[in-house]
């Protein structure tokens, strides 16, 4: 209640004594409780390491309930179902995907620099993330629907955007590239790829990795290093 304001409410009739008093709804069907958000999160964090490992179809409930150290049927006092645990984290993951790119290229005129900073936000997601990268990859087609095509048109925005980044640079002169289409597939399964390979404990930083891909990228559609000054 907002300070300074007061509400008088009305006053029900007190029942005396030995009256009879009906029993509402409410009484009988109380809501849920509401979920423990730091288990919430410790189980989808258990997901996204079970469902990286060995893939959502590999994965049962109870390794889940395990991992958390939890009962599997005290899981649900947490999830909907493990279906919500996969639609959560693909939804999320290529939501931050558009995020991160537009993010990245906003207000940059350049179409050199515009595909460099593209490429390297992709790489870098993809190193830092990599459990949520490989379940993306691998078990969108577990996914039902409607949340299938969902994910899925939210994958081919963030494709189209960066196809258009290079056919704009064709158009400019700035890049010399035959097929526009085979270059941004070439150039988005490249930064993918470093999911499954990226060791975060090796000699390669995340962000070394990252700026390489972005020059590799640059290369392939044949451009050179953007201005960046």
């Not at 005290?74 to 645990?85: A, G, P, R, V």
């Not at 290529?94 to 991160?100: A, I, Y």
């Not at 988005?188 to 499954?196: D, G, P």
Request: proline fraction near 5%; charge should be neutral; hydrophobic fraction near 40%.
């Amino acid at each position: 209640m907002a300070a300074g304001f007061s509400v008088r409410m009305p006053t029900a009739p007190v029942a005396s004594l030995g009256e009879d008093r009906p029993v509402s709804s409410e009484t009988t069907h109380r809501a849920p409780p509401p979920r423990d958000r730091g288990t919430e999160q410790s189980v989808r964090e258990a997901a996204l390491t079970l469902f990286a490992q060995r893939g959502y179809h590999g994965t049962a409930l109870r390794d889940i309930a395990n991992d958390v150290g939890i009962r599997t049927p005290s899981l649900y006092n947490h999830i909907e179902s493990k279906q919500e645990l996969l639609r959560g984290i693909l939804l999320t993951t290529t939501e931050q995907v558009w995020s991160d790119f537009e993010a990245a290229v906003a207000g940059v005129n350049d179409v050199g620099e515009r595909l460099r900073r593209a490429v390297q936000t992709y790489a870098l997601r993809h190193a830092i993330h990599r459990r949520e990268a490989l379940i993306v990859n691998r078990d969108v087609a577990s996914l039902g629907e409607p949340a299938r095509s969902e994910v899925m048109a939210l994958r081919r925005r963030h494709e189209r955007a960066v196809r258009q980044i290079i056919i704009e640079g064709v158009g400019a002169g700035t890049f010399r590239v035959d097929d526009p289409f085979l270059a941004s597939f070439g150039i988005l399964e490249m930064c993918v790829s470093v999911a499954r390979w990226f060791d975060p404990a090796g000699a390669l930083s995340a962000e070394h990795i990252a700026s390489e891909h972005a020059r590799f990228a640059l290369r392939l559609v044949g451009a050179g290093e953007p201005d960046r000054s």
